[in-house]
């Protein structure tokens, strides 16, 4: 697979951001929609980042399912950073491969 230029924009530019449980799910979406709309992409690259967009589950960002963290997500806390989401981004490109 090919650099994420996308991804790797958006780890430089929103270096230093926290984002909610709900925006880091619409930004995974987002940025994996935007590589797929890549004009430069190969088919096989297509079908791969197709099939990323399909297997996306909450679970690549954070797989805890404690009280607490139901807490801090029903009050909105922001807690997941960008390296999270690129982490997330990657293992579903790697899973979808």
Do not use: H
Request: charged content about 25%; proline content about 2%.
């Amino acid at each position: 697979m090919r650099t994420l230029n996308s991804v790797s924009e958006f780890r430089t530019e929103a270096a230093n951001a926290v984002f909610t449980k709900q925006q880091a799910i619409s930004a995974t979406l987002q940025l994996l929609t935007k590589e797929w709309n890549d004009p430069g992409n190969t088919p096989e690259e297509k079908s791969v980042l197709e099939n990323a967009i399909q297997r996306a589950e909450f679970r690549y960002i954070d797989a805890t399912k404690s009280e607490t963290d139901r807490m801090l997500d029903a009050i909105g806390v922001a807690r997941f950073t960008t390296q999270d989401i690129v982490n997330a981004i990657q293992a579903i490109v790697f899973d979808a491969e």
